[in-house]
């Protein structure tokens, strides 16, 4: 059956079928400089999982070959396109509440009139489960098939956010916070709390047995991490192999703030390295004002960093070098970081990690970003620096099928075609232009997760 997309909701055998071909424009990255914009493909998927890709005009040839015959087909028109979903790698679910106001202070002074006291409120389940279930759901409406999540210190609270993203069907990786000193009254652990707490929620997710949701070790920052509660963080991650997040060289003061706390080691980087939260799962978010050593630490490691331009903005961090940091093999992928960032959108991360890159030209001379490689540090790049780049980020024969359909000619849609305007065009007016209208369908493992006004 071939179905011409129109934008409307697909048949609900085109969601469950277990062999399903699109055939049209697609986009996607193979490296970090290399990129393809096909103006007539195809796709083929079962059970969740691309098994070919080729040019459209084999389409029936390999429907033979892979015997797709009666597989369902979408076969897109002009103005529209598949692409890889898009992957956010730093964004706190709580600070949700909050997205949009509060840019008037920097980092630490903000952290303490608004952030804080925001996530406190997360002790109260009901209210974060409520909230969690709006953020994932904005989330995915913008196309973001995996994130990495900070919840808040609060156990409970922080299931209830695994609770929402399996609810859903995203693909994230899910941390609860840890804070055992420079913390309020009203919001903070001690130091065996939280390392049991942890150990639980870790456990937790691991025992649902779930391949779309997997923990995440997540000590806020170092100024709010005794050397104890860091110490046995690293050792919970050593002892299940999972994930660490965490913020690095974010801002100015901060360092200094490390630096007073931590005189022993030579710099921010080494004091995380020095009880283990520096391995080659662990992602780093910002990562602004890296030392030419510790660039050399991560590297060594194998860490990743999660670059959040929008956030490094709004609260006047400064502006992180990602061409110098990738030419030094450094992995590099893209968050919103809401709510220091002003939006959850990855399309947001996109435009202003490329006019973080024309700002690093104009002071450093590194060469901008084009608009394709900031779609690679969002798909792509951000599947390498979560350590995933196995299973999605492209659109590869093997890979789970983490894909959207995009429609630039839906109605009310914020961008304008003309007959002149090729398939990078269109692409680019999508991402420099386009928003939450386009997005047409959201695909996790194969499964359509969102549609406009149906899911």
């Not at 047995?209 to 005794?226: A, D, G, S």
Request: negative net charge; aromatic residues 8%; contains cysteine.
């Amino acid at each position: 059956a071939i179905r011409q997309y129109s934008g409307h909701f697909l048949s609900r055998s085109v969601q469950l079928s277990m062999k399903l071909i699109v055939r049209g424009a697609y986009v996607h990255s193979l490296s970090a400089s290399q990129q393809e914009l096909v103006e007539d493909g195809v796709v083929g998927v079962a059970d969740g999982k691309i098994v070919f890709v080729g040019a459209g005009a084999d389409a029936a040839v390999l429907a033979q070959q892979w015997t797709f015959q009666d597989a369902e087909t979408i076969q897109l028109k002009r103005g529209q396109f598949l692409m890889p979903g898009l992957v956010d790698t730093h964004t706190h679910a709580p600070q949700y509440v909050f997205t949009g106001t509060g840019m008037d202070l920097p980092l630490l002074e903000w952290l303490s009139k608004y952030t804080f006291p925001t996530e406190a409120r997360f002790a109260d389940t009901d209210f974060a489960a409520a909230v969690y279930q709006r953020n994932v759901a904005r989330l995915v409406r913008n196309g973001t098939t995996t994130a990495c999540y900070y919840a808040s210190i609060h156990a409970a609270g922080t299931r209830a956010l695994v609770d929402a993203v399996v609810r859903v069907g995203q693909r994230a990786l899910v941390g609860k916070v840890c804070m055992d000193r420079n913390s309020p009254p009203y919001y903070i652990e001690t130091t065996a709390d939280s390392l049991a707490d942890t150990e639980s929620f870790v456990k937790s997710v691991l025992d649902l047995k779930n391949e779309l949701v997997l923990p995440i070790i997540t000590p806020r920052f170092v100024p709010t991490c005794t050397a104890a509660l860091m110490r046995g963080l690293g050792e919970l991650a050593a002892k299940y192999d999972v994930h660490i997040q965490s913020h690095l060289s974010e801002n100015v003061d901060e360092i200094e703030l490390v630096r007073s706390l931590h005189p022993e080691q030579p710099s921010y980087s080494h004091v995380y390295d020095a009880f283990g939260l520096l391995t080659n799962k662990t992602i780093m978010g910002h990562c602004v004002h890296l030392s030419p050593e510790e660039i050399d630490l991560m590297r060594t490691r194998g860490a990743a960093v999660a670059h959040c331009p929008s956030s490094n903005f709004s609260i006047c961090s400064g502006v992180a070098s990602v061409r110098n940091l990738m030419a030094n093999e450094i992995k590099v992928g893209l968050g919103t970081d809401v709510a220091g960032g002003a939006s959850p959108s990855m399309l947001d991360a996109i435009r202003q990690a490329l006019t973080a890159s024309k700002v690093t030209f104009l002071q450093h001379g590194s060469a901008p970003f084009s608009v394709l490689e900031g779609l690679y540090l969002a798909t792509l790049g951000g599947a390498t620096a979560i350590g995933l780049q196995d299973s999605i980020g492209n659109l590869v024969p093997g890979k789970s099928f983490d894909a959207l359909i995009v429609d630039l000619c839906v109605e009310d849609s914020p961008v304008d075609l003309f007959d002149s305007d090729t398939i990078e065009d269109i692409v680019s007016k999508f991402i420099i232009l386009g928003d939450d209208r386009n997005i047409m369908s959201v695909y996790v493992a194969g499964k359509c997760i969102h549609q406009p006004s149906h899911c």
